[in-house]
């Protein structure tokens, strides 16, 4: 299960008004491979595609890639509001480590403990 907020429910519900977004439409989160850290998080405004889940919160859809599901289970969706940083986040147990920016992140592989990499200390982000 994927924990969305109220606030990333708000956020989402002006931003498809503002782009005037297609009925049905909502924030379609997935994850690619990229980045720094191996996996990058994708989001984007979208209808859903089959197999997709799909996340009703407060009149808005969050809709989770079919194929990115897996990682992104137990994952929370937020939204951030600060001086140096606005957007939306994704806060993820699944992620053994993440680059310095948050938009990527190397999954935690079960019994390994990865050692700190200064190639992914945010730096070199994409």
Not at 53 to 81: K, M, N, P, Q, Y
Not at 97 to 115: I, V
Request: aromatic residues 6%.
């Amino acid at each position: 299960m994927i924990t969305v907020t109220e606030k990333a429910a708000e956020e989402l519900r002006l931003l498809l008004t503002t782009k005037n977004a297609p009925e049905g439409s909502g924030l379609r989160l997935g994850v690619e491979r990229g980045g720094c850290a191996g996996l990058a998080y994708t989001m984007r405004i979208a209808e859903p595609e089959d197999g997709d889940e799909i996340i009703d919160l407060s009149g808005t859809r969050f809709i989770v890639a079919h194929d990115s599901f897996d990682v992104l289970e137990g994952c929370t969706v937020d939204f951030a509001d600060e001086l140096s940083d606005r957007g939306f986040k994704i806060f993820n147990p699944n992620a053994a480590r993440s680059c310095g920016c948050g938009t990527s992140f190397e999954p935690a592989e079960e019994g390994k403990t990865p050692e700190y990499d200064p190639a992914i200390d945010g730096t070199k982000c994409k």
